[in-house]
């Protein structure tokens, strides 16, 4: 069977499956009183279970063993094997730890602690960053071995938190996090990195399907444990789907895809520490919180962010020479400013 027919398989088997177990998810949290409450920096007014997350594990998970069950990954070379193996299984770790924060609350300190420890995992399997494009240099620059080893940590340590920091609107981070697979999968495939898509379609099945109960007015939160494991998953794809290419635009085509919740996650930083404040202190200082006060409603401010996400991506698209890539990304900067107008025609003054 092509790989194509794997990728289509293993999105629908994520998505069928969140959307199967989603509801029994939300049932069991209530049940047990684990849900997060409203008031202070929270948009929603009523509680909401917050462990929606293991839903979208759950999906991605058994979407990838059916995959590999059939044969969908094929013969893989053992050093890919091993990049397939650490993206999994660290998604699984950085999904469990956000699950114990969900549930018995961990300090900011001891999950960064925690995913540095697995991330440094990750890069022992080869989920690393080995060379980085530098201005005016026409080919990619090796990096020493420590070097390396510090840019993978921060960079999956970075995007995990970045789709969890980003998760304060009703299906925000699923739907970010499901068009980013979503173009992820795209350039993989078009750089003939399947084995690597069949990850990021299996996770873009599991985030779209999520947003049948997340998206406002949400029924359920995914909580850290999903924000975790989609962002690392992501971080991980990108590394050895489009990094571990050896031309120089391949090396920025992950940063060019997840530059939303990068954007915002830096420009958070920036300013907490503008003010004097830790960076892990909760504030609403987020893209989201900004367009709410400029008087967005919860829906528009959302289908903003989307639209940000889609255009950033089509820009990826089409730096990787995919056919009709322009004209996609001329597509989504004419719907870009379309909703542009929009956010501009309900802001307040």
Partial sequence: MPFQFFHLAAFLISAVVVL??????????????????????????????????????????????????????????????????GVTLGGLAFFLIGLADDLVSLSPQLRLLLQSIVAGFAWQSGVSIDFLSLPLQPNPVLLPLWVSFAVTIIWLVGMANAINWIDGLDGLAAGVSGIAAVIMLIVCLAMNQPAAGLVVAALAGGSLGFLRYNFNPAQIFMGDGGAYFMGFTLAGV?????????TTLAVLLPTLILAVPIFDMSAVIFERLRRGKSPFTADKSHLHHRLLKAGLSHRLAVLFIYTLTLWVGSLAVAFSRIPNGIAFAIATTALLSYTGWHVHRHARP
């Fill in 238 to 246: 990108g590394v050895i789907g489009l990094v571990k290419s050896v």
């Fill in 20 to 85: 199967l177990t989603t509801p029994t998810v939300r049932k069991i949290g209530l049940k047990s009183g684990r849900f997060d409450p409203p008031g202070g920096r929270k948009v929603h007014k009523h509680p909401m279970v917050r462990l929606g997350g293991i839903s979208i594990f759950m999906g991605t998970l058994v979407a990838l063993l059916f995959i590999w069950g059939t044969g969908g990954f094929g013969v893989l070379p053992p050093d890919k094997e091993y990049e397939i193996w």
